[in-house]
């Protein structure tokens, strides 16, 4: 249930203070995913796994959110969606049926679907986990970032420089990392200097969604065994009560109704 | 053998021809290209029609086989088959237009290898895979009957009970999960539906529905192939129905005003009219007809009664699956879609029909031919109900097409106060290095980021990237570029003219370091 419910792990810290929108890490993770370029991106696609969302002068850069306990892998049937040990939220398309109920799922609405194609594939950003993560690499979008607005590093350490950062200049942020608690807490954490809320910044609940459904589905166990039993018992007591009044009908023998070791009525 | 043309067979054949387009288009174009959905509304008709309302129609199957082998209350047993086809039958659907919605169908094996316990889907899966299996095992009987094998009736004799007790379980858990698919969506599902006792409403409602099917059929068949009427089972059934009705409307009210989402059922907007379609006239107008004797025991009274309930019912799971879901998405089906999922529909009552005519589905007493069924008794209630659930319909299809003044009010947005400005305060911490160019015999020419943004009144990436050069993340320390190429406006070029930047004309020794 929870791989990565400790603060291991690796995250991204994007301090949306120092972006400037020019859009390095759209174009790098355009380019390491071998997706098609597009100019000037304004939302997330099965094309397009991270864009600047420029809210008056707010550069955003969106992206999956890598939550330590995710609900796109929880809901998913196969599997296919699991979170590593790395932080990053990964994708098995060998596996995947393509039912899409962890578009349904995802609070963010991040993960994306190849609508066109006749085998799609669910798409979104998966931190880079083969080309480079799993490597030793940072991230494409955050090697590239030129400000270093969006940083890569262990998330318990990229917290500390977040508390730091609100420390040093109360003046400036906003005193809320968000991504530390939403969801159950998320790999990609962002700073800022305006309230979230007036950023389009969800305000996810604090539970991990997961525990949602896990708190219903852990009491199949037991309606299995007691609806189970409870089922036969009401057979067994109303069936031989029927028993018991065709005996005293006349319509059976004692011993047609119960065998020859007998019950006595 | 002639088959006689009638309205309702040209229509038939209307739609599966329809439907054998669409199921062209589906499987050669993709999903994209047949249906309205998108990665802003990932489930539409055919999840919220032919998986939800068509597993809960097949509800009937495991009721009445609790009602008839657990509770062994015998006299409900000759409508136990009719029921039984038609969860078998439902069931197969069903799996067959999860096919039709998957983006990989040929793969819909996997849950059965690929586990995780954690997915409620996963779950599902499973629960109507051995579902299905314990509905075919349960319905085999009949069609030994029909060939006369009595080894394996024997066989199936001794473990029916277990097996029917096994079907029931299988059903109460994924009946309910069905619900419990939406409880992951908090933020998305509209007050009125949302709640963590939505796997409990989706029980209660599948029973009263299975209840209300098993009603509607026994009535479809008389009138079709006049079948016997058991009208004193049905008003038992009725009975039952309005305690659960009850039920059901006490529960949904108390969570309702537990969650603080009582003001939303008074308030005037689209998703309160069609809860007041679901509740009001699919569960408490249906509970207080059938409460009342006079109309429980008339042939017409049930059937619009029970027809209120499956209206109701489907209603319900539109409502959670596409209503609810919609706030600032859009999603009407394409005719595609409807084209496939009315053809289910038309799928389902023939092969109905073939299973009645062939194998042993009613009982054998058939009515007597000089003295057919009063036809026309249900003809001024049925065409109430098409009135009522007209209005309702385009209620539904307004709100669908409503869609671009919902986009008009999304949040507004507060007026954003920067405490910083990025552009202005600008610190490049992460520049790549500098670019040497040193190929050619005009001297050293080093490219510097640094120098190229400091020297800059207003400095931007945009000039140069992406369109001059990509964005890279291990930039070419080297190029074998040289010479005019480098002069060129795909170049230093570019910018260095003499307007934007000095001339490359002048100034050689600035770049050409001896």
Redesign the interface.
């Known amino acids: 249930m929870h791989p990565q419910s400790n603060s291991e792990g690796y995250a991204i810290l994007t301090d949306l203070t120092k972006c400037i929108g020019c859009e390095a890490c759209v174009q790098a993770c355009k380019t390491i995913n071998e997706l098609p370029p597009a100019e000037h991106p304004s939302k997330l696609s099965a094309t397009t796994w991270t864009y600047i969302d420029r809210r008056e002068g707010v550069n955003i850069r969106r992206q999956c959110l890598h939550c330590l306990d995710p609900a796109c892998a929880s809901v998913c049937p196969v599997a296919a969606l699991h979170k590593t040990e790395t932080g990053a939220v990964i994708y098995d398309f060998n596996r995947c049926i393509g039912c899409r109920y962890c578009l349904l799922a995802c609070p963010f609405e991040i993960p994306k679907y190849e609508w066109d194609k006749a085998l799609p594939r669910v798409q979104k950003c998966i931190l880079c986990y083969e080309k480079r993560v799993s490597k030793g690499e940072e991230p494409a979008c955050t090697a590239i970032c030129p400000t270093g607005a969006t940083l890569f590093g262990k998330r318990n350490e990229l917290l500390d420089v977040a508390r730091q950062r609100i420390k040093d200049h109360p003046e400036i942020y906003v005193n809320h990392i968000y991504g530390v608690a939403e969801a159950g807490g998320t790999s990609v954490l962002y700073l800022s200097d305006v309230p979230f809320e007036q950023l389009g910044f969800k305000t996810a609940q604090t539970t991990p969604y997961p525990q949602l459904t896990w708190n219903i589905l852990r009491h199949i166990p037991t309606v299995v065994s007691v609806g189970g039993v409870g089922m036969l018992g009401t057979w067994w007591i109303i069936h031989r009560r029927m028993l018991i009044e065709k005996v005293n009908n006349g319509e059976l023998s004692e011993e047609e109704a119960f065998g020859k070791r007998g019950e006595t009525p | 053998m002639k088959i006689k043309i009638t309205f309702w067979r040209v229509i038939a054949l209307l739609i599966l021809l329809a439907g054998l387009y669409a199921t062209f288009l589906r499987?050669?174009?993709?999903?994209?290209?047949v249906t309205n959905?998108?990665?802003?509304f990932?489930?539409g008709l055919w999840i919220g029609f032919d998986v939800l309302v068509g597993v809960g129609l097949a509800a009937g199957g495991f009721t009445i086989a609790?009602i008839v082998?657990?509770?062994?209350i015998e006299t409900y047993e000759s409508i136990s088959r009719p029921t039984l086809l038609t969860a078998f039958l439902g069931y197969l659907l069903v799996a067959t237009a999860i096919m039709f919605?998957?983006?990989?169908?040929h793969?819909?094996w996997?849950?059965i290898i690929?586990?995780?316990?954690?997915?409620?889907?996963?779950?599902?899966?499973w629960c109507v895979t051995l579902y299905l299996t314990v509905l075919a095992l349960e319905f085999s009987p009949i069609v030994f009957e029909k060939f006369n094998l009595n080894v394996p009736l024997k066989v199936m004799r001794t473990i029916y009970?277990p097996l029917v007790?096994l079907g029931?379980?299988l059903s109460?858990?994924h009946q309910s999960?069905l619900g419990?698919?939406y409880?992951?969506?908090?933020?998305?599902l509209y007050g009125l539906w949302y709640s963590?006792m939505l796997?409990i409403f989706f029980f209660i409602s599948a029973i009263s529905v299975g209840l209300a099917m098993t009603i509607f059929e026994s009535f479809l068949s008389y009138r079709a192939f006049g079948k016997r009427l058991e009208l004193n089972i049905l008003v038992g059934l009725a009975r039952v129905l309005v305690v659960i009705l009850a039920v059901y409307l006490i529960l949904k009210f108390q969570d309702l005003r537990l969650r603080g989402n009582l003001p939303l059922v008074f308030q005037l907007t689209e998703e309160s009219v069609l809860f007041w379609g679901e509740i009001g006239l699919g569960v408490f107008l249906p509970m207080i007809l059938l409460f009342i004797p006079q109309v429980r025991v008339k042939r017409a009274g049930l059937f619009f009664s029970a027809l209120l309930v499956i209206m109701g019912f489907i209603l319900n799971r539109l409502n959670v699956s596409i209503t609810g879901m919609l706030h600032n998405e859009t999603y009407f089906p394409k005719w595609t879609e409807v084209a496939i999922t009315l053809s289910f529909v038309t799928v389902g009552f023939i092969v109905f029909a073939l299973a009645v005519k062939y194998l042993d589905i009613f009982p054998t007493e058939e009515i007597d031919p000089h003295n057919p069924p009063p036809l026309e008794q249900i003809g001024l209630s049925g065409r109430v109900i098409l009135g009522m659930w007209g209005v309702v319909l385009a209620g539904f299809i307004i709100y669908g097409l409503a869609k671009d003044n919902r986009l008009e009010h999304p949040?507004e947005?507060?007026?954003?106060?920067?405490?910083?400005?990025?552009?202005r305060e600008?610190?490049?911490?992460?520049?790549?290095a500098d670019i040497v160019y040193d190929k050619s015999d005009m001297g050293t020419v080093t490219f510097s980021?640094e120098t190229h943004l400091l020297l800059v009144d207003n400095p931007?990436?945009?000039p140069c990237?992406?369109k001059l050069y990509?964005?890279?993340?291990t930039p070419k320390q080297q190029t074998p570029l040289v010479g005019d190429v480098m002069h060129e406006s795909q170049s230093c070029g570019h910018c260095h003219n003499g307007t934007m930047a000095f001339s490359i004309e002048e100034e050689c020794t600035l770049c050409h370091v001896e």
Not at chain 2, 27 to 33: D, P, S
Not at chain 2, 413 to 423: F, M, N, Q, S, V
């Open positions: 499987f050669t174009r993709g999903l994209g290209a959905l998108s990665d802003q990932p489930w609790a082998h657990i509770f062994n919605d998957i983006g990989q169908p793969r819909i996997h849950p690929m586990w995780n316990p954690h997915s409620v889907m996963f779950e599902v899966a009970l007790i029931v379980l109460m858990l999960s419990t698919v409880v992951i969506v908090p933020d998305k963590p796997p949040v947005a507060a007026a954003i106060e920067r405490k910083t400005d990025p552009l600008l610190e490049f911490t992460n520049l790549p980021h931007q990436c945009q990237h992406p990509d964005y890279n993340i």
